[in-house]
């Protein structure tokens, strides 16, 4: 059931999903139901480079290609999506952004920190009133001296309750917010920033979901990312590339609930034969199977376009879209094959089924990839 792109991809697979069954699967369920962040495991997946997947060697990362990196996320999150969450966010829209638009010296002083794990990131744009609509932030960045002093809170955010930086969306202020939203690479360690308490949420409840609070937060002037008033183009820049990220974990989801409901249509017996043998069960399971197949192959397209050094903004797009959509889908027949039994936390099917509806949400809800996509469309960049 697997679309393996060439021999080394194979082999990174399997890596992959070794580990995760070996060190994820006996605790997802648990961790899950007590919203723990599984910081054993964590541990482990430092030294395995998890947290440096596309960074360059120079910067102690692993170097992968994007359709490797994709593959640690999906395999990861086949397993245990919160986890494969906090890999994508730091990889995807952390450590990305700083990669890219990033001085010399601050590639220098974080990347080979945040390649170790030593430090998790996250990415930090959405607020009460400034979710889709990026341009209407409310957290101010005000000059003092050498520093900024930012003001503002900021929800939702992924690794929130344990990340020791974060990227800040701020405006400086001008009436304009499009024209002067700033980054700020902010350290936890740095005064003035605060976390909420971790969220309570329906699905990935092993990730810390949190609000962050900057209260006088000083940042010193090095630390803005790019240039003043790049804050937007960094964020969609950074977006693109998170989008694979979170395509590659819904895939991850699918495929787990896809292989769960295989399994148990082969065991579970009902007028004397395995449900397996019913023509409806066969029928929703090559629907999954199908749907899984062409969300894996939109993906690999985007990720191929991104190492070809082409452009990939749309790609991205239909990924993301496409592969939360499967999601959904798969998880929910899933359950359906599982009968009861689908209800129930005794198996993981109901705990893919609640992870997979909010990647139709995040890094861009299905609404504002659809308008990515209507837009390429229109201006006839698809053909």
């Known amino acids: 059931m697997q679309q393996n792109p060439g021999e080394k991809h194979k082999l990174i697979r399997s890596s992959v999903r070794h580990f995760a069954e070996t060190e994820l699967a006996p605790i997802a369920a648990e961790i899950d139901q007590n919203a723990v962040f599984p910081l054993s495991v964590i541990e482990k997946m430092k030294k395995l480079n998890y947290f440096g997947l596309q960074v360059p060697r120079e910067f102690g990362g692993a170097a992968l290609d994007a359709v490797s990196s994709a593959i640690v996320v999906e395999e990861i999150s086949r397993v245990c999506a919160a986890v494969g969450l906090c890999i994508t966010v730091h990889n995807g829209v952390a450590v990305y952004p700083i990669l890219k638009f990033g001085t010399q010296e601050q590639k220098e002083h974080y990347l080979p920190r945040l390649s170790a794990g030593e430090i998790i990131g996250a990415f930090s744009l959405t607020e009460a ?85 900057l209260e006088d937060c000083l940042v010193p002037q090095e630390n803005i990312l790019g240039k003043n008033g790049d804050g937007l183009k960094i964020a969609l820049v950074a977006l693109d590339n998170g989008r694979i990220g979170i395509a590659s974990q819904a895939l991850g989801i699918a495929q787990g609930a896809l292989e769960a409901a295989v399994k148990y249509a082969k065991e579970r017996h009902q007028f004397k034969k395995p449900i397996a043998a019913q023509q409806t069960i066969q029928n929703y399971l090559a629907d999954m199977a199908t749907e899984v197949a062409a969300a894996r192959l939109l993906l690999y397209r985007a990720c191929s376009l991104k190492d070809a050094g082409m452009s990939f903004s749309t790609e991205a797009a239909m990924a993301k879209l496409y592969c939360s959509k499967v999601a959904v889908s798969v998880t929910s027949l899933a359950v359906q094959v599982h009968g009861g039994y689908g209800y129930s936390k005794e198996y993981d099917v109901e705990r893919f089924f609640r992870d997979a509806k909010v990647t139709e949400i995040y890094e861009g809800t299905s609404e504002i990839q659809r308008m990515v996509i209507a837009r390429a469309v229109l201006s006839s960049m698809m053909f």
């Open 129 to 213: 009133n400034a979710g889709s609509d990026a341009g209407s932030i409310e957290t101010i960045a005000a000059k003092k001296g050498e520093s900024y002093i930012i003001n503002g809170t900021k929800i939702f955010v992924t690794n929130g309750g344990i990340c020791d930086l974060v990227l800040i969306f701020a405006s400086s202020g001008s009436d304009d917010a499009r024209q002067q939203t700033c980054v700020f690479i902010v350290e936890s360690g740095f005064k003035g920033f605060l976390r909420g308490e971790v969220e309570n949420l329906c699905g990935m409840r092993a990730n810390p979901v949190s609000s962050l609070f």
